[in-house]
């Protein structure tokens, strides 16, 4: 085991061989945690290794967010039975929401090393995203929606983004210039989503009617089509 969790954080086998096996055993004992897929204890302990590695030494898992990433793992190992139970649509990408510091952007690193290669996403913040905008105009809304492709064997394979910290960029000022940036990328990326199943997950601290603020109700309501909504409710700081 220890073995596995040391190359998997060197970027050899990504530990997705946890989804293959039959049954949760130990540390977890609530209902809302069992999984025939899904090898609960184990992940969470690959997860606090590599959030110690990846994030920050005094990243531990919390008892109280063992629910939240358990339904992120039941999506992202498509565990249908507990998606169903959960109300999760695997087809969907995932909108991880929450109060400021609570975790959202280092469990979104900290999966994707969970993932097979070919199913990991990018995760690019939108603030960076909107300044490249800035810096080189129109081509960056292509670039994250519509070119949005990487060869994967020979094809042209949908690539999955995570934008970091939705919303966030909306204060930005561009002088001479209205685009909203990432409302124009989600939108584009809305229509790939309907045609080639292009995948977008997000994090924000955002509520639904912030975002309709940021971005205009088309937006909003695309999006409640592209996301799974995952929140952490009253989730502790944990800058603190
Ligand atoms: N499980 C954890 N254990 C210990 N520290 C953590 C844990 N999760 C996150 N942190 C630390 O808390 C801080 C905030 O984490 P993170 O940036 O992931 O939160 P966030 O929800 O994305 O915040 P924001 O809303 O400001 O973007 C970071 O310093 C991170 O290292
Ligand atoms: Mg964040």
């Not at 960056?140 to 934008?163: D, M, V, W």
Request: charged fraction near 25%.
């Amino acid at each position: 085991m220890g073995n596995r969790f040391k190359s998997s954080l060197e970027g050899e086998p990504v530990p997705h061989e946890y989804r293959d096996v039959r049954r949760t055993e130990g540390v977890q004992s609530q209902e809302d945690v069992q999984s025939n897929i899904i090898q609960f204890d184990k992940c969470l302990e690959f997860l606090e290794k590599a959030g110690k590695t990846y994030t920050s030494p005094k990243f531990r898992i919390w008892p109280e967010d063992h629910l939240i990433i358990f339904k992120l793992l039941v999506y992202f190992y498509q565990d249908k039975p507990n998606a169903e139970k959960h109300g999760i649509d695997l087809h969907k990408g995932i909108l991880l929401t929450g109060p400021v510091g609570c975790g959202k952007t280092s469990l979104m690193t900290i999966l994707r090393f969970m993932l097979a290669p070919k199913e990991q996403y990018i995760i690019k913040s939108a603030r960076d995203i909107t300044l490249e905008f800035i810096q080189d105009g129109y081509p960056i809304i292509n670039k994250y929606s519509k070119a949005s492709f990487h060869q994967i064997s020979g094809e042209l394979t949908p690539k999955a983004y995570c934008f970091d910290d939705l919303g966030v960029e909306s204060n930005i000022k561009y002088y001479g210039n209205e685009t909203n940036v990432m409302a124009e990328i989600l939108l584009s990326r809305y229509d790939m989503f309907i045609g080639q199943h292009m995948l977008t997950h997000a994090t924000t601290n955002l509520s639904a009617s912030e975002i309709e603020n940021c971005y205009g109700n088309r937006v909003r309501s695309r999006m409640r089509e592209m996301f799974n909504l995952i929140t952490f409710e009253n989730a502790k700081d944990k800058r603190c």
